[in-house]
């Protein structure tokens, strides 16, 4: 059964009735032994990283989510999920992250090169450009998946990335390393390519 991470900050049924729809029994839960018994694990978010790891500690999940880590099953970060998994980020000042990927998440600076302006938070559809092979990307042709965010990753390490998307920088979009994954858009909101990408993820076998 696919666990949910519930911290007080998330897309949590949104993802929960996209794995329903998949036919995968999941459930929500803020309570570490539960969670460190499900098949593989999924960190939703939405909001401020600061907020997101103050809310993890309070609830000791941040430790739970690095021994879940640890256990070889498949993990999953979704949007700001994702962001967490990195080292840190300069959201709101410096926060240190669950620090299971290399990389800082830093903000778009809204300033392209040649000195032109773009919009920031990157918000709406957006094409997946593939750099590995991946189990998560089975299936996958050029397709598009929904993006709102405002800070991207900084990877400290290309060999994590697996697919990114263009806006005016190299936005990380799909990453993983070992069962580690996260990715930037909401899978549960990108139709059948956001779909297919959590079936592959469910498909992910304990390391």
Excluded at 166 to 188: C, K, L, S, T, W
Aim: hydrophobic share 40%; charged share 20%; aromatic share 10%.
């Amino acid at each position: 059964m696919i666990g949910i991470v519930d911290y007080g900050m998330g897309n949590l049924f949104s993802v929960n009735k996209a794995l329903e729809r998949l036919g995968t029994a999941s459930f929500i839960s803020d309570e570490p032994e539960k969670l460190l018994e499900a098949s593989a694990l999924i960190v939703p978010g939405v909001g401020s990283f600061k907020d997101a790891m103050f809310l993890l500690k309070e609830k000791r999940l941040d430790e739970t989510i690095k021994q879940f880590a640890s256990s070889g099953k498949p993990l999953l970060g979704i949007c700001l999920g994702m962001q967490l998994l990195f080292e840190e980020s300069e959201e709101n000042g410096l926060t240190t992250g669950l620090q299971l990927l290399p990389g800082k998440v830093v903000r778009f600076t809204g300033i392209a090169s040649g000195g032109m302006t773009y919009k920031v938070p990157h918000m709406g559809w957006n094409k997946l450009i593939f750099h590995q092979d991946s189990p998560l990307l089975k299936g996958m042709t050029d397709d598009h998946v929904y993006f709102v965010h405002s800070y991207y990753a900084a990877l400290g390490d290309q060999d994590v990335l697996i697919a990114s998307a263009d806006y005016h920088v190299q936005v990380p979009a799909v990453v993983g390393r070992g069962n580690i994954y996260g990715m930037q858009f909401h899978p549960e909101k990108s139709g059948e390519a956001g779909m297919q990408l959590l079936r592959n993820f469910l498909q992910v076998k304990k390391l």
